[in-house]
């Protein structure tokens, strides 16, 4: 059997590109400027399909296992310093979810196989 394209994955999973790419742009947050809200959402529909399936896994996983962004951090600083860190969580909270799983993996909060990544 052979692995499936993020091409096959996409139209299987969401039906097409466009409506995965309205899902992901849903969940991130935009910024204020009409301007840059546009930008924004013109770069995530003109993502790979590769792209698009690995923000919204992370997403998806992150929802699952901590159920929020400031939960995720809460659990690295946590697992890193258990009487806290405001420095550290400050700058973990200009990371990207991708960027915080990854964290959360070398924690050992996340195992690589949950991940999906290579």
Partial sequence: MTKKSPLQVVQEDHGSKAQLAKKVYEMLDH????????????????????KLLRL????????????????????IVKSKFPNGNDDYQA??????????????????????????WR
Avoid: C, I, Y
């Fill in 91 to 116: 700058k973990l909270e200009t990371f990207t979810v991708p960027k915080l799983l990854d964290v959360a993996r070398q924690q050992k909060l996340v195992k690589s196989a949950e991940l999906g």
């Fill in 56 to 75: 919204w896994n992370a997403h998806q996983l992150m929802d699952d296992k901590f159920g929020s962004r400031d939960d995720l951090v809460d659990a």
């Fill in 31 to 50: 910024p204020d400027d009409p301007d840059e809200a546009f930008e924004l959402e013109h770069r995530v529909q003109t993502m790979s399909n590769r």
